[in-house]
Nanobody, 123 residues
Framework: VQLQASGGGLVQPGGSLRLSCAAS????????IGWFRQAPGKDREFVGV???????YYGGSVKGRFTISRDTAKRTVYLQMNSLTPEDTAVYYC??????????????????WGQGTLVTVSS
């Protein structure tokens, strides 16, 4: 299984950015795919997760600003980020696992990790 994250870059405060996570080598339909992020000097933080037939869950710091969507035909999950602030600056990782877990906010629940993509919010 491979997860390929892309779409990071530099954006001004208040701006938007969309990240993509393309999955290969797995039955995408029953895969849970989510996002974590790690800011410089901070612990890794849960951003959100989507699973087939499940609600989408978000971490508290991004709820209402970030949206996760899933395109099964393209085997891709998107993270739409709006109203970005400098505090959103981090390396964003897409993660995946087969099936669902009630511990969806715990990074050790995810077997597969993409390579990370850097998002920098700065003027």
């Amino acid at each position: 299984v491979q997860l390929q994250a892309s779409g990071g870059g530099l954006v001004q405060p208040g701006g938007s950015l969309r990240l993509s996570c393309a999955a290969s080598g797995t039955t995408f339909s029953n895969f849970a795919i989510g996002w974590f992020r790690q800011a410089p000097g901070k612990d890794r933080e849960f951003v959100g997760v989507t699973g087939s037939g499940r609600p989408t869950y978000y971490g508290g710091s991004v709820k209402g600003r970030f949206t996760i969507s899933r395109d099964t035909a393209k085997r891709t999950v998107y993270l739409q980020m709006n109203s970005l602030t400098p505090e959103d600056t981090a390396v964003y990782y897409c993660v995946g696992r087969s099936g669902w877990t009630i511990r969806f906010g715990a990074e050790d629940e995810y077997v597969y990790w993409g390579q990370g993509t850097l998002v920098t919010v700065s003027s």
